[in-house]
């Protein structure tokens, strides 16, 4: 996990436009690629390796009986998730979510994981409208098996995230608690989390919360950050908390080439970073993804009194 680094000096905080424009108006214009350290999530052991795709019967399928009335009533629960069968319907499928976040399950009848999280993933299905979940059994035949060879399926329950049909995230062997935060991380649209984009957006935000003075927490990270996926739940959970008196917002430094120049100039080597700006000037950063020592650096610029 990511430790806390020190505060900004006690001196004079820099305003945000020097620090935007430092690098820019320097005539050394080689600032140096800074190395991001993330520290990986131990991968768990909940994983079943699927077995070699070159043979064309692998799996042996029990069918139990459902009792009566249970038959109908579980294919109403998990309706929300589409059943994938081939790669033209994978692609179909990708192709009409457009750009909405996609969750694909890769599972196995004979994985005792996959059966465990896949009523989870039927819950999201339920609450989180504007993502879309697919199912794949890559057991069921030569054409799933195709599928789950394509996209590089070794091992199952796997959990891939698509948008715009470009795979954007992928996991082996997670639990509930880490798919949902996959979920909301990478499908956020809808939350009190400002979703910034470039350099532009920031300016924008910062411009417009002049007047009222409120404290903005921006979230810095990568894509790819297990512990940026971690925190973003606990981000969202705050924004709402304290929608009076903080505005959250986010970036990912690895979107664009405006948002990693973005993170050059205010100097982050580590993600997550949590800026705190208040009437356009930082006052201050917290490095890492504990959820306490978060709220407690909140708190701290708001004026509270903070002992750790």
Known sequence: MATITNFLPRVAPPSLSTLLHRHTNSSNSLFPILPFSIVPRPKPQTTTKLPSFSHRTNFVVSKATAAPGTQKKATENDEKVQKVHSIVEFDEALRAAKNKLVVVEFAASHSYHSSKIYPFMVDLSRTCNDVVFILVMGDESDETRELCKREKIEKVPHFSFYKSMEKIHEEEGIG????????????????????????????????????????????????HCGPCVKVYPTVIKLSRQMADSVVFARMNGDENDSCMQFLKDMDVVEVPTFLFIRDGEICGRYVGSGKGELIGEILRYQGVRVTY
Do not use: F, T, W
């Not at 649209?189 to 921006?218: F, P, T």
């Open 176 to 223: 509930p608690d880490v798919l949902m935060g996959d979920v909301l991380y990478y499908g956020d649209n809808h939350s009190a989390v400002v979703q910034l984009h470039c350099r532009d957006d920031v300016e924008k935000l910062i411009e417009d919360h002049k007047a009222d003075q409120k404290l903005i927490v921006l979230d810095v990270g990568l894509k």
